[in-house]
């Protein structure tokens, strides 16, 4: 089964580069080209938040494996932390955004690469996080000017923060972060070669045109929305049913629809909420970043103790 999930990935990160180099064709074809900050929300909400619609699934088979019968304990432990990251980032933004973006460096490139790697070392973690850098510091080298804007508008007023992303622009560190993600995509690409890594080598290029045509927040939509989440959600086709993938797919978008509609209801309540003191772009930046740290932070951890307990 692997050997096949191996091959899905490939062609899809394949057809997500030709996808990235096309739609980049038409943004210089059409020089008014641009994608509305709602647009963006409707697509996280529904395919980027639905590869985590199944942690409820998750979530019971680790209370199985804990012995834990009240299955309310979950949803009231999950809710509590993303409360407590949503608290933490109103009352520290600048060390809340630090540590997301830390974290989700880490996330995003073992999700996107980790079906490649057999052997599970300290090392290929370290590869992950540099890999999954990329998604990071490729808008900031780029759009440096707008990935502050958006960093402006998550409420991180902190100068030094600033003054500090200032000091990496100017003295190119940000070249050099890229190229370490570059060395690290290498790296993982090489070790135990076979034709299916060339999903790495897709991915890489795919992630580095879009930001480079586009602004940080449609890139990074494109990319969470239709490379990591898509990804993701194959995988957990495969769990569902690893004879069928289609039937999988079945399955999964059954199983995903409650969480993905009640997570919208609860977006678009905070958007609704968030318009009456700030204008609506700035409203649905806040939902789509703050809002994505709230779910990634418990549902990394409950990744993380699953895989954990398992072994």
Known sequence: MNNQIKKINLKHSFIFFLFCNIFSLITLKITSFTISPLICLFLILSIGVSHGSLDNLKGRKLFQIFGIDNFIIFYLSYILISLIVIILWVIVPSISLIIFLIVASYHFGKEDT???????????????????????????????????????????????????????????????????????????????????????????????IINYYFSPLIAFTVYFCFLHSI????????????????????????????????????SFLGLFLLNNTYNFDSSILKIIFIGLASLTFPHILLEYLIEKNEK
């Open 114 to 208: 980790q079906f490649l790697i057999i052997k599970n070392s300290y090392y290929n973690q370290l590869l992950f996080f540099l890999k999954g850098s990329l998604i990071i510091f490729a808008p900031m080298y780029f759009h440096f000017d707008e990935t502050v804007s958006v960093f402006k508008l998550l409420l991180v007023d902190n100068e030094s923060f600033y003054n500090f992303l200032n000091l990496l622009e100017t003295n190119k560190i940000l070249f050099y972060c890229i190229i370490l993600s570059t060395i690290s995509s290498i790296l993982l690409f090489t070790k135990n070669f076979e034709m299916k890594k060339f999903t790495i080598f897709f991915d890489y290029f795919s992630i580095l």
């Open 231 to 266: 990804r993701h959600s194959i995988s957990l086709m495969s769990e569902l049913n690893k004879n069928d993938i289609i039937n999988g797919f079945k399955v999964f978008a059954k199983k995903a629809l409650p969480l993905t509609i009640l997570t919208a209801t609860i």
